[in-house]
C-alpha cells in the first residue's frame, strides 16, 4: 500500500487550527477566570463595607450619648452644640445607614435595618426630652435648637421646678431603661452585621468555589494545550526540523573529492522536502555527470594541448642543438620563450584544475635546496638585469643543505613568486631571504592555527624538522592592503588593468596558496613602504643521507651519460617519437622504437630492455594492455615501464603507478630525464654540458635584431606621433598592436611599457592630446634606445656571424611538410611552393605528381598518408630504424 504523503499545506493547517484552538480556549478561560475573581474581590469588599458601615452606626451613637450625658450633666452648651452638630449637620448614622440601603440587602435584611432606624428615632426622642428637661433647668433657651425649643414637655415634667428637671434629664439618660434601648439597638446592629456577614460569606465561598472550578478547568486546559504544543512540535520535528538536520549532515559528511557517487539525500518530511530531495539528487546526478564530464574534458584537453606541444617544444629543443647563426639561434630563443610562456599558461590552468578537485598529491623526495635556489638566481638573474634590476638570494648558514619534501612544489611557489616580482618591477629589484626556524608565528584562527602550533611542538621535540621561511621583497608597484585578501582568489590580480598591461591568467598566487597549504604551510602578504614583500613558511626535513641527486643547471642543460644502455619508446606519433628518441639519444641511450602496441610486444619478445617508455594512448591497443602482455611472457617481465601521457588527470596517473612503474608527463623535457633514468637505470657513467646557446651568442642576436628594428621601423614610431595629432584611432591602434609585440618579442621593456600604455589609453577612449603626448613619450624613448643601440654596435664590430645556411634538405623539408600536414595547417600551400623542386627532384614522378595534387586541393590527410609511403619505402630500401608511419 502506498503511503500517503503530508503537504506543508495540510501540516500548517493543522498546526494553524492548533495554536487557534488555544488561543480561543485561552481566552474564553481567562475571561471566565476574570468574572470570577472580580465577583469573590466585590464579594469581599462588599463584606468589609457592611462592617465598616455598621461600626459607623454604633460609633455615632454612642458619640451623641456621650455628648448629650455631658450637656445634662455640666449645661456647657459646647456639647448641646456638638450633639447637634452631629444630629442634624453630620448625620453620621444616617448616612451610614443610607449607604447600607445601596448596598445589594436581602427583604430580611432590609426590614431589620428599617428596625434600627426606628429605633434610633425613638432613643432620639427621649434625648430630646432629654435636652428640654436640661435647657429649662439651665436657662439657657435663647442658645437651644429651634427643634428643642419646639419640644412641649407634658404636664407632669413641665409643673417640675428646675432643679427636679435637671435630676429627671440625667436620669433620662442614666437609668436603666436609656441603656437598655441603646443595648438593644446595639445587639440589633450586630445581628444585623452578623446576618450580612454569614450572606456575604457565602457569596463570598461560592465565589471561590467558582473561581477553584474556572482554575481547575484552566489547569486542564493547560495540560491540552501542552499535548497539543508537544504534538506540533512533534510533526515540526518530524516533517521539518529532522529532515533538514539529515539533510544537512548528509552535505557535511560528504566529500566533495569524491568522484565515485555523487552526494544523495533520503527522502523524507513533508512532500515539498521529499520533492526537494529528489529535485536535488536529479540535479547532483547531473553535476556529477557535468563533473565527469569536465574531467574527461580536462584530460583530453591536456592530451590535446600537450601533445602538439610536445612536437613544437621538443623540436625547438633539438633545432637548438644544431648549429645555427645568430640570427636562426634569436628565432629558437624566440620560439623558446613563447613555448614556455605557453606551457606556463596551460600548466596554470591545468594546476589550479588539478588543486581545487584535490588531484596533486605530494612527492616528499630528498633534495639539495641550496643548488635549487641557485637554479634558481640562474634562471631569473637574466631576466632581471634585461630590465636593470638586481636580483640578490640570500641563504642562511643555518638552513641544511639536504633536505626532504616536495622539491616541485616548492620550486613552482618561488618560480611563481620571483617572476612575479621580476614581471611587476621596474626600477629597483628583487631580494629573496631563506631562513631555518624550529618554530614560527601565523596569520590563521581556529584549527588550522592549532595544526601549526602543533607542528611548532613536533619540532622542538625532532630537530630535522623546521620551518623553511622564505621572504621574496620587491621594489615593484605594490599591492594596495585592500587587496591582500582578494589577490589569491583565482583569476584576480591587483587592478583591473594589471593583465592588461603585464599579462597572465591571474592563477599564480592562488595556485602558489593551495600548493603552499598542500605543504602543511602558509603563504601571505606583510607591509612595506615600497613594492611588495611575500612570506612563505614550508615544514621540511633534514635528509637522512646526503646522496642526493643532482638538479639540472638551466643556463646549460646537463646530459648524464648512459651508453649502450637499450632501450624501447613506444609512440604512435611519428612526429613525437622522432624528437623523443632524438632527445633520448642526448643521454647516450641505445633508443629502439615501436609504433604500436603490438609492435612493442613483437620486440619485447625478441630484445630485452632495461626501461620501456610506454605511450598510454594508442590506436590498436593502449598502454595498459601493451604493458600487460609484455609482462605476461617474453624477455621483459621485470623490465621498469614509465608510462608516457599528456593526461593529468587523478585516475589516469595513479593508474599509471598501479599498472607501471612510474610516468613522464608530455611534452618530454630533456631537464625532466636524468631524475627518471636515474631511478629506473641508476647513476649515470658521465655527465656531458650541451653548449648550444652561450650567453654570449645569445647577446650577439638580441643586438642584431635589436639593430633591424631601429633600422626598419623608425617610420612607424614617427607615425604613431602623426596619426595621434590627426585624431587617426583606428590606424593608431592598428600600428600600436604591431609595435607593442615587437618590442615584447625583442624585450625592449621601457619602450614597450609605454606602447603598451598607449593601447591602453586608445582602449580608454581617452583624448586627442592626452594621445599627442603619449606618442611623444615614445618617440623619445626610441630615440633613447637608438643611441644605447649603436653604441652596443659598435662595441660588437668585431663579432662575427656565422653564415647562414640557406640550403634546406630534403629531410628538413619532408619533416616541415609532415608537420604542417598533420595538423591541417593550411600554410602548407605556401610551403609547397617554395620546397617544389626539392621534392621533385628527391620523389618518384607519380609519388610526386599524386601528392602535388592531394595539396593543391587541400587534402591534408591523403597528402600525408601518400608522404608516408613514400617514406617507407625509402626506409626499407635503405635499411633505415624506422619502424611505423614517418610522420604519424
Not at 328 to 340: P, S
Not at 455 to 469: H, Q, V, Y
Not at 740 to 746: H, I, N, R, V, Y
Amino acid at each position: 500500500m502506498k503511503k500517503k504523503l503530508v503537504k506543508q499545506k495540510t501540516l500548517n493547517v493543522m498546526i494553524f487550527s492548533a495554536m487557534f484552538l488555544v488561543l480561543v480556549f485561552v481566552i474564553i478561560n481567562t475571561v471566565i477566570l476574570r468574572q470570577y475573581m472580580h465577583r469573590e474581590v466585590k464579594a469581599e469588599r462588599q463584606k468589609s463595607r457592611c462592617e465598616m458601615l455598621c461600626r459607623e452606626i454604633l460609633d455615632a451613637s454612642d458619640s451623641m450619648t456621650n455628648e448629650m450625658r455631658c450637656f445634662v450633666v455640666t449645661g456647657n452648651a459646647k456639647y448641646l452644640e456638638n450633639y447637634w452638630k452631629e444630629r442634624y449637620v453630620t448625620k453620621s448614622h444616617d448616612n451610614a445607614i443610607a449607604r447600607l440601603e445601596e448596598t445589594n440587602l436581602t427583604g430580611k435584611e432590609r426590614e431589620m435595618l428599617t428596625d434600627i432606624k426606628r429605633n434610633l428615632d425613638l432613643l432620639m426622642d427621649v434625648e430630646i426630652r432629654a435636652i428640654r428637661l436640661a435647657t429649662d433647668a439651665g436657662h439657657i433657651e435663647a442658645e437651644i435648637p429651634g427643634a428643642v425649643r419646639s419640644y412641649v414637655l407634658n404636664i407632669e415634667d413641665s409643673r417640675m421646678n428646675e432643679e427636679e428637671k435637671a435630676d429627671k434629664a440625667k436620669e433620662i439618660l442614666f437609668n436603666g431603661d436609656y441603656t437598655f434601648e441603646k443595648d438593644t439597638i446595639r445587639q440589633r446592629i450586630e445581628k444585623f452585621q452578623e446576618v450580612i456577614k454569614n450572606r456575604q460569606e457565602g457569596e463570598l465561598a461560592a465565589a471561590e468555589h467558582q473561581t477553584d472550578i474556572v482554575l481547575g478547568i484552566q489547569e486542564i486546559l493547560l495540560l491540552v494545550i501542552s499535548a497539543i504544543l508537544i504534538m506540533i512540535f512533534m510533526l515540526v520535528y518530524r516533517y521539518f526540523t529532522r529532515p533538514v538536520v539529515h539533510y544537512s549532515h548528509q552535505l557535511e559528511t560528504y566529500r566533495a573529492d569524491s568522484e565515485e557517487t555523487p552526494v544523495l539525500l533520503i527522502p523524507e518530511g513533508s512532500a515539498e522536502l521529499r520533492m526537494f530531495a529528489g529535485k536535488f539528487n536529479e540535479v547532483s546526478r547531473r553535476m556529477q555527470e557535468a563533473s565527469k564530464a569536465k574531467s574527461e574534458f580536462l584530460a583530453g584537453m591536456s592530451h590535446e594541448i600537450r601533445t602538439p606541444l610536445n612536437t613544437l617544444s621538443g623540436y625547438r629543443f633539438l633545432l637548438g642543438q644544431t648549429k645555427l647563426d645568430a640570427e636562426q639561434q634569436e628565432y629558437v630563443d624566440a620560439m623558446e620563450k613563447a613555448d614556455l610562456l605557453l606551457q606556463q599558461n596551460i600548466g596554470n590552468v591545468l594546476d589550479y584544475s588539478r588543486l581545487s578537485a584535490d588531484m596533486s598529491r605530494l612527492e616528499r623526495t630528498e633534495f639539495d635546496i641550496r643548488e635549487l635556489f641557485d637554479s634558481l638566481e640562474t634562471v631569473f638573474r637574466y631576466r632581471a638585469e634585461e630590465k636593470g634590476l638586481y636580483l640578490k638570494m640570500i641563504i642562511s648558514e643555518d638552513l641544511p643543505r639536504y633536505v626532504k619534501g616536495d622539491m616541485g612544489k616548492v620550486r613552482q611557489v618561488l618560480t611563481n613568486l620571483i617572476g612575479n616580482s621580476v614581471k611587476f618591477t621596474a626600477k629597483g629589484g628583487i631580494t629573496v631571504q631563506a631562513d631555518r626556524s624550529s618554530s614560527a608565528s601565523f596569520h590563521a584562527e581556529g584549527e588550522t592555527l592549532k595544526y601549526y602550533n602543533f607542528l611548532n611542538e613536533s619540532m622542538k621535540k625532532d630537530e630535522r624538522l623546521f620551518w623553511l621561511t622564505i621572504t621574496v621583497a620587491d621594489t615593484g608597484i605594490g599591492i594596495a592592503k585592500e587587496d591582500w585578501g582578494r589577490i589569491f582568489r583565482p583569476f584576480e590580480q591587483s587592478e583591473r588593468n594589471t593583465s592588461r598591461k603585464y599579462g597572465g591568467t591571474g592563477l599564480g598566487l592562488s595556485i602558489c596558496r593551495k600548493l603552499t597549504q598542500l605543504m602543511g604551510g602558509q603563504i601571505y602578504l606583510t607591509e612595506r613602504s615600497v613594492g611588495s614583500c611575500f612570506v612563505v613558511k614550508i615544514p621540511l626535513r633534514t635528509a637522512d643521507t646526503d646522496c642526493v641527486p643532482c638538479m639540472i643547471s638551466d643556463d646549460g642543460t646537463l646530459f648524464p651519460q648512459y651508453p649502450n644502455r637499450k632501450i624501447l619508446l613506444v609512440e604512435d606519433n611519428r612526429i613525437n617519437q622522432k624528437m623523443e628518441k632524438k632527445i633520448l639519444e642526448f643521454f647516450g641511450l641505445q633508443v629502439h622504437t615501436a609504433s604500436s602496441g603490438n609492435d612493442a610486444v613483437k620486440k619485447c619478445l625478441d630484445e630485452e630492455y632495461e626501461l620501456i617508455f610506454m605511450d598510454i594512448h594508442m590506436e590498436d591497443m593502449d598502454g595498459y594492455t601493451a604493458v600487460g602482455k609484455i609482462r605476461g611472457c617474453g624477455k621483459n617481465m621485470i623490465t621498469p615501464v614509465a608510462a608516457l601521457t599528456a593526461d593529468v588527470e587523478k585516475e589516469n596517473l595513479r593508474r599509471c603507478l598501479l599498472e607501471m612503474d612510474g610516468y613522464v608527463l608530455k611534452p618530454m623535457r630533456a631537464e625532466k630525464l636524468p631524475a627518471v633514468l636515474k631511478e629506473f637505470l641508476g647513476a649515470p657513467a658521465a655527465i656531458v654540458r650541451s653548449g648550444s646557446d652561450s650567453r654570449k651568442e645569445e647577446t650577439e642576436m638580441l643586438l642584431k635584431m635589436r639593430g633591424k628594428f631601429s633600422k626598419r621601423h623608425e617610420t612607424d614610431i614617427q607615425a604613431l606621433v602623426s596619426l595621434a595629432a590627426e585624431g587617426e584611432v583606428e590606424a593608431l591602434k592598428k600600428k600600436t598592436h604591431m609595435l607593442k609585440g615587437l618590442t615584447a618579442t625583442l624585450q625592449m621593456e621601457p619602450l614597450n611599457e609605454k606602447i603598451v600604455r598607449l593601447e591602453q589609453l586608445l582602449e580608454d577612449r581617452a583624448d586627442k592630446k592626452e594621445l599627442e603626448k603619449q606618442a611623444e613619450d615614445i618617440e623619445q624613448e626610441y630615440k633613447s634606445f637608438v643611441r644605447i643601440q649603436n653604441r652596443r654596435q659598435d662595441a660588437a664590430k668585431n663579432i662575427t656571424d656565422r653564415p647562414a645556411d640557406i640550403q634546406q634538405s630534403y629531410d628538413s623539408a619532408v619533416f616541415e611538410l609532415c608537420g604542417l600536414l598533420e595538423f591541417a595547417d593550411f600554410t602548407a600551400l605556401e610551403f609547397w611552393e617554395q620546397k617544389e623542386e626539392i621534392f621533385r627532384n628527391h620523389m618518384e614522378k607519380d609519388s610526386f605528381s599524386s601528392l602535388q595534387s592531394k595539396i593543391e586541393n587541400m587534402e591534408f590527410q591523403k597528402a600525408l598518408e601518400i608522404l608516408d609511403n613514400c617514406e617507407e619505402r625509402k626506409a626499407g630500401e635503405n635499411n633505415a630504424e624506422i619502424s611505423g608511419p614517418f610522420c604519424r
